[in-house]
C-alpha cells in the first residue's frame, strides 16, 4: 500500500507546552534548544525548562540520567516555560518513568517504542511493560519505532550502526517540528553549519530530521498536526538568549559603557561556568578571562583587575562564595569596585548543582565577618540578567563597592525570545579616575588621600597605579579617614565602619521605586505577593489566574535586595495580607519581617525546580477564601 502526505489544515492552538526527555546521551538538550530556536525564528513566545540529571555520568537507562528539555511556544505573551506538559517525548523507559508524573491525564505521550526492550524496563525500575499492561490508559500514547526507523535512513549516511543509532534525537525533533508546524530549513541550515567539519555524521543528523518529519506527514498515525501561530511582538531585532548569555553580554555593555577593560577571574562551576565561556570567546571587545586554579585565586585576580583600573567580575555559584567570603570582604575594605556573579543553585555543599535554588540571599547579604555590607542585585528573567549586570557593574563603579548579583540555575539555563536594545538606550557610567591631589598637608604640600570621599555618595576617589602624583598603598587593615594610614584607632574604627555603611545605605536614594501591579491602584487588592529573582514569571502568571477568576490580588517584584528601594515600606502596609515566595526556606521573608515588621506570609519551595503558576494561584486563593472573599466562585482560564 502506497502511503501518501494528507491534505488539510493544521489544528490552531494559542499555545503549547512539549517535554523532550530521555538518556543524559541522548542530545535532549540540543533537541529541545533546536525546537524552541526555530518556534522563536517563527514568531511564536517562548520559554524554556532544561532539567539536567544532577550525576555526572549516571548509569545510562536509570532514572538518575534522565535529561529532559521542556518548552511552552505561544502566540501571546508567556512568562513560564508552562506548569505541565501538553505533549511527552520519551525517549526511553527511564524518561517515562521519571517525567510522566509530571504529565496531566488526556495528555499526549509519544514514546521510543525501540527502547521498551526486557533489559531497559529492568532498568527504570518496571515490573511490566507499562505500554501494555493498561497503565497509560488515561493518555493519548503514540509508539513510534524512533531507534530503527533512524538507523534505517542513517546507515545511508555511511556510519556506524553506533553512530547511526545517536542520531535519534534528530528523528524526534523532526517529528516534533512536523507535528506543531515549524519550518525545516533553519534546522537544516544548522545542522549543516554545525556538523561541517563531519560529512557522515551531518548526512546522518539530516537524514534522521527529515525522515521524522515525513514519518508524521505520511504515516497517519496521528489525527492531525497543529500550528501555534506567531505572537505579536514589539517591533525590533530578537535574539533567543539564556540568562548566562545575556549576563555575560551586560557585562561587557557595562564595561564599553564605563570605558573600562572588562576582567574576569573565575574558577569553573556548574551552573556558571557558561559566563566564562561566552566571556572568553569575546576578546575583541576588550575582554580579559583568566580561569584560575581555584575560587580564591579568581577573585583576588578580579580585586587586582580593579586595583589596576579595569572592571573587576568573579562568577561562580554557591560554595564558591564560601571560598571568595574573605577576600569579598577584603574588597569591602578597599572599597573598589568589584562585580560578584553568584548563580545559585541546590545547596548546602555540593548539593544539587545542576538544580536551581535561591538559597544565597542571606549569605550574599550577611556571609562575610564584621560589618561589611555591600549592594545585592537579582536578576528576574533570562534576558533581564543582562539589565541587572549592567545595574550592578553601574553601582559597583560610582560607589567603589564590591556588588552580589544574584541568578539562579533556572535563569542561567533557560532561554526566551529578547528584543535587543540600542546602544543608545543604555545608561553611560562613569568611572571617574581620580586625576589631581586632594589634599593639602599643614605645610602646604600637595598630596593624595586615598579615603577621602564624595560628599554626595560617600565613595572614595579610583586612582590606578601609574598616575603621576597619586601614589597610594590600600590593604585589608584599616585605614585612617581619609589618609589612608593603618589605624588602629578605636573612633576611627567606628567611624569607618559607619561610613562604609552609609556608603550602602545610601544607594536607596540612587534606585527606582519598587513598582506595584495593582490593576486597581496601590492598595486596592487585600493581598500583595512580593517576590525576588527568579520567580518572577511564576508569580505574575499565577496573578493572572487570580485575576482571571474576577479577583484581585498585586504583585510587587525586588531587584534591589540590599539596599531595599526607598517606598519599600509604604507598599507593604498597603496591603492587609503579604506572601513572599521563595525556592529556599524563606530569606527575604525574614529580611522584610525584620526590617519592615511586617506579619508576612512565607510559601517556600526547596525541591530544585521552580514554581509553577498554580501554586502561586492556589497560595493566593487560599488566602483570599481565609479572608471572606470566595476565591473558588469563579473559575478563570489558565494563564502562563
Not at 214 to 229: A, D, L, M, W
Request: charged fraction near 20%; include cysteine; hydrophobic fraction near 40%.
Amino acid at each position: 500500500m502506497t502511503v501518501t502526505a494528507r491534505e488539510h489544515q493544521p489544528i490552531e492552538l494559542d499555545r503549547v507546552v512539549i517535554r523532550f526527555a530521555g538518556d543524559s546521551g541522548d542530545g535532549m538538550q540540543l533537541t529541545g534548544t533546536r525546537f524552541t530556536v526555530v518556534s522563536s525564528l517563527f514568531g511564536n513566545d517562548t520559554a524554556t525548562l532544561p532539567d539536567f540529571p544532577a550525576e555526572i555520568r549516571a548509569p545510562a537507562g536509570t532514572l538518575a540520567g534522565v535529561s529532559a528539555f521542556q518548552v511552552q511556544i505561544s502566540d501571546h505573551d508567556i512568562l513560564t516555560p508552562g506548569d505541565a506538559p501538553n505533549v511527552l517525548v520519551a525517549m526511553n523507559p527511564a524518561a517515562l518513568r521519571a517525567d510522566l508524573p509530571l504529565v496531566p491525564p488526556g495528555a499526549t505521550v509519544i514514546v521510543n517504542v525501540d527502547a521498551f526492550d526486557e533489559r531497559s524496563l529492568e532498568k527504570a525500575g518496571y515490573a511490566a511493560n507499562p505500554l501494555a499492561d493498561g497503565s497509560l490508559s488515561r493518555y493519548k500514547v503514540y509508539e513510534i519505532p524512533m531507534t530503527s526507523l533512524t538507523m534505517e535512513v542513517a546507515k545511508q549516511a555511511g556510519v556506524k550502526p553506533r553512530d547511526a543509532e545517536r542520531s535519534k534525537n534528530f528523528f524526534a525533533l523532526g517529528l516534533a517540528s512536523w507535528l506543531y508546524s515549524r519550518p525545516l530549513e533553519p534546522t537544516i541550515e544548522w545542522i549543516h553549519k554545525r556538523f561541517a567539519g563531519a560529512p557522515q555524521v551531518l548526512d546522518a543528523n539530516e537524514r534522521a530530521f527529515k525522515a521524522g518529519y515525513h514519518f508524521g506527514e505520511t504515516s497517519e498515525v496521528f489525527e492531525s498536526n497543529y500550528q501555534v501561530p506567531p505572537a505579536s511582538l514589539d517591533p525590533g531585532t530578537y535574539t533567543e538568549t539564556t540568562g548566562n548569555t545575556a549576563l555575560a553580554w551586560g557585562l561587557i555593555a557595562a564595561a564599553h559603557q564605563a570605558r573600562l577593560g572588562l576582567f574576569l577571574g573565575s574558577y569553573p562551576i556548574t551552573p556558571a561556568s557558561d559566563i566564562l565561556h561566552e566571556l572568553a570567546k569575546q576578546k575583541h571587545f576588550g575582554v580579559r578571562t583568566f580561569q584560575a586554579e581555584d575560587e580564591i585565586a579568581g577573585v583576588g585576580a578580579a580585586i587586582g583587575a580593579s586595583f589596576g583600573g579595569s572592571l573587576g567580575v568573579t562568577t561562580t555559584s554557591g560554595p564558591g562564595v564560601d571560598l571568595k567570603s574573605e577576600s569579598i570582604g577584603m574588597a569591602v575594605s578597599l572599597e573598589l569596585p568589584l562585580v560578584i556573579v553568584d548563580v545559585q543553585r541546590g545547596g548546602p555543599s555540593t548539593g544539587l548543582p545542576t538544580k536551581t535554588e535561591q538559597s544565597d540571599l542571606l549569605h550574599a547579604m550577611y556571609g562575610r565577618h564584621g560589618e561589611a555590607p555591600v549592594p545585592i542585585v537579582a536578576a528576574k528573567t533570562p534576558s533581564h540578567c543582562f539589565a541587572a549586570a549592567i545595574e550592578a557593574v553601574r553601582l559597583a563603579v560610582r560607589y567603589r563597592t564590591p556588588v552580589f548579583l544574584l541568578s539562579d540555575g533556572y535563569l542561567a539555563n533557560g532561554s526566551e525570545p529578547w528584543r535587543l536594545p540600542t546602544v543608545d538606550s543604555l545608561p553611560r557610567i562613569e568611572a571617574g579616575f581620580a586625576t589631581e591631589t586632594n589634599h593639602v598637608d599643614p605645610d602646604g604640600q600637595e598630596a593624595f588621600w586615598p579615603y577621602m570621599r564624595d560628599p554626595e555618595t560617600l565613595a572614595r576617589p579610583w586612582a590606578p597605579p601609574g598616575t603621576p602624583g597619586l601614589e597610594h598603598r590600600i590593604g585589608g587593615l584599616e585605614k585612617a579617614d581619609g589618609s589612608g594610614a593603618v589605624s588602629y584607632d578605636p573612633a576611627n574604627h567606628e567611624r569607618m565602619v559607619r561610613l562604609r555603611a552609609a556608603k550602602i545605605a545610601g544607594i536607596a536614594a540612587d534606585i527606582p521605586p519598587v513598582e506595584v501591579d495593582d490593576p486597581g491602584g496601590l492598595g486596592a487588592a487585600e493581598v500583595l505577593v512580593l517576590g525576588w529573582g527568579s520567580t518572577y514569571g511564576a508569580i505574575a502568571a499565577g496573578a493572572r489566574r487570580v485575576r482571571a477568576r474576577g479577583l484581585q490580588v498585586a504583585h510587587a517584584h525586588l531587584v534591589h535586595l540590599n539596599p531595599f528601594p526607598s517606598n519599600l515600606g509604604e507598599v507593604l502596609s498597603a496591603y492587609r495580607e503579604v506572601i513572599v515566595p521563595e525556592v529556599n526556606l524563606g530569606q527575604l521573608w525574614r529580611m522584610v519581617r525584620a526590617e519592615f515588621l511586617v506579619d508576612a506570609h512565607s510559601l517556600t519551595k526547596v525541591q530544585g525546580v521552580p514554581f509553577r503558576a498554580a501554586e502561586i494561584e492556589t497560595a493566593v486563593l487560599d488566602l483570599l477564601d481565609s479572608l471572606g472573599r470566595h476565591a473558588g466562585a469563579m473559575e478563570g482560564p489558565e494563564a502562563s
